[in-house]
């Protein structure tokens, strides 16, 4: 158990649909990163968030979103899902200057 | 533009023997690379690092070494065991902390 939770662990929606995949860190961490992997793919970079401020951005669709709330929790919201958003979102945390530790993901898949 | 690449898709190996799984990397402003192993339903563990100032770092079975100048690293396993049958991820970054560049990924699978 890596201490970073995500939610749901499944999301069946419907192309055109908006949904919210939610992050908690490690206690202590302050920087989430946000990563996707499609089917047999390596893990995409998408954001990156510290303390509350976005930090990094990678190849995030304009139809994606994402923030870190105070209590450092992150959101990361997709709207207007095509069928290939259908991936496995990830979700990372580290301390500064430490190793990323990622959650369970979230498994999404857009009908 | 796939900056990290793992060529082997796949790999086996008998209980017991070495495990090499390979990795090589274009961008030279990447200096701290990373190894992360990931069971199924799970998300990747952070196996092993190794910055660019070093050639080599070993922790217990798994030793990464690498060549900055062949840009290429590897992770050996030794002895491998049924256990360690996984996908195992290699990702490089320009500094510890910043976003990763992941590899496709190598599944090792160890033979009982």
């Known amino acids: 158990d890596s201490g970073v939770t995500q939610t749901p662990k499944h999301l069946i929606t419907a192309t055109g649909q908006r949904v919210t995949l939610r992050c908690s860190p490690r206690s202590g961490d302050l920087s989430v990163y946000w990563y996707q992997q499609s089917l047999d793919q390596g893990l995409q970079f998408l954001i990156q968030?510290?303390?509350?401020?976005?930090?990094a951005k990678g190849n995030i669709l304009e139809r994606f979103s994402a923030q870190q709330f105070p209590d450092l929790h992150s959101e990361l919201n997709l709207s207007s899902l095509e069928l290939g958003d259908s991936a496995l979102y990830f979700c990372a945390s580290s301390k500064v200057g430490d190793e990323q530790f990622f959650g369970p993901g979230t498994r999404l898949t857009v009908l | 533009d796939q900056q990290v690449k793992q060529n082997s898709p796949s790999l086996s190996v008998q209980e017991g023997r070495i495990s090499i799984l390979n990795c090589d990397y274009t961008n030279s402003m990447f200096d701290y690379f990373l190894w992360y192993k990931k069971y199924p339903a799970e998300g990747p563990t952070f196996l092993i690092s190794?910055?660019?100032?070093?050639d080599k770092n070993e922790d217990g079975r798994f030793t990464v070494f690498l060549n900055k100048s062949a840009k290429h690293l590897s992770l050996h396993i030794v002895p491998s065991q049924p256990g360690d049958s996984a996908v195992y991820f290699c990702a490089a970054s320009a500094n510890l902390g910043d976003n990763l560049f992941f590899g496709t990924g190598t599944r090792l699978t160890v033979i009982p």
């Open positions: 968030y510290y303390n509350g401020e976005e930090r």
């Open positions: 190794i910055s660019s100032i070093k």
